[in-house]
């Protein structure tokens, strides 16, 4: 099963920028198809961005399509999430996710989390 570490969160102003990453060890990292997830208080896990086993394809939640870019480099076993032009309502708590299946954008078809990152934008 593979480890993941999430990087990168911190405090921005409405309409900055932040790019997460997603550090992988413990197994082929290759392997697995990639998510972000994103949670804040009191709801649940919220999908926001995935990437196939290549890179080759990708998917986004409507909320962040335009303004968000989800990346991979296998040789590095990261993903990463570049967050352009960020809102109030992007603050969460953000999740990467494996999966060694095909991506999804149900929280529950992934195997592994990382602990998490804050992201908090002030308006």
């Known amino acids: 099963q593979v480890q993941l570490v999430e990087s990168g969160g911190g405090l921005v102003q409405a309409g900055g920028s932040l790019r997460l990453s997603c550090a992988a060890s413990g197994s082929t990292f290759s392997y697995y198809a990639m998510g972000w997830f994103r949670q804040a208080p009191g709801k649940e896990r919220d999908f926001v961005a995935a990437?196939?086993?290549?890179?080759?394809?990708?998917d986004y939640a409507d909320s962040v399509k335009g303004r968000f870019t989800i990346s991979r480099d296998n040789a590095k076993n990261t993903v990463y999430l570049q967050m352009n032009s960020l809102k109030a309502e992007d603050t969460a708590v953000y999740y990467c996710g494996a999966d060694r299946n095909a991506y999804s954008r149900n929280y529950r078809a992934y195997d592994s989390w990382g602990q998490g990152t804050q992201v908090t934008v002030s308006s």
């Open positions: 990437i196939s086993w290549t890179g080759a394809r990708t």
